[in-house]
């Protein structure tokens, strides 16, 4: 059984290298698909402000990371 959760731990660590990142794009990503079709905007719109939000949720983790390695 103990070999059974390493394989596990380690085939979910192939997807998900930072947890608070993936929570993070999941949570941008529910933001961006009930918020924004209340506000009317157009659909190229809505893509455009779903790629900046994923951009600058990368951005905070990798400064974020750095700063936690720099330690």
Avoid: K
């Avoid at 990142?21 to 961006?32: E, M, P, S, T």
């Avoid at 659909?43 to 390695?69: M, T, Y």
């Amino acid at each position: 059984m103990n070999r059974l959760g390493t394989i596990l731990r380690e085939l979910l660590a192939l997807f998900v290298d930072d947890g608070s990142l993936a929570l993070a794009i999941l949570a941008w990503i529910a933001v961006v698909a009930f918020v924004l079709p209340a506000l009317d905007l157009a659909p190229g719109w809505r893509a455009v402000v779903l790629f900046l939000g994923c951009i600058v949720i990368l951005f905070e983790n990798a400064i974020r990371s750095a700063r936690r390695a720099g330690r």
